[in-house]
């Protein structure tokens, strides 16, 4: 419901945020009608979109909490062991959605789209 977000002032047409902030998760953008009456009884209207812009505010998460796997003593350099998948909720337009993997081992690497190696 736009009106939990928006407010339009009738004397100056001022249409502006009101206290509580919208979700872009939620809703990418908001759509409604602005009537207008003159004293003369005539009126008109317009259709206003509203567009909400992301910003980062979800945490990237894997699809996996915990992962365990056993590789053999003889694994070779370089062979893929394991492939992590992590994902973030924060609109696919922006770079929010970028997930960047970081070993915590100096034993293991993990090459772009979360290969384990």
Known sequence: DESAYFVINTTTGV???SSTSADREMDAS???NVYAEDEGGF???TS???NVNDVNDNTPYFTEEILN???RESTS???VVLRVEAFDDDATS???TIVEYLPSSP???VSEGGVVV
């Open 15 to 17: 249409i502006s945020t």
């Open 94 to 96: 922006t770079y929010n």
């Open 77 to 79: 350099v370089g062979e």
């Open 48 to 50: 206003v979109t509203i």
């Open 30 to 32: 908001f759509t409604f």
């Open 107 to 109: 034993l293991f690497n």
């Open 69 to 71: 796997i056993t590789v």
């Open 43 to 45: 009126s008109g209207s």
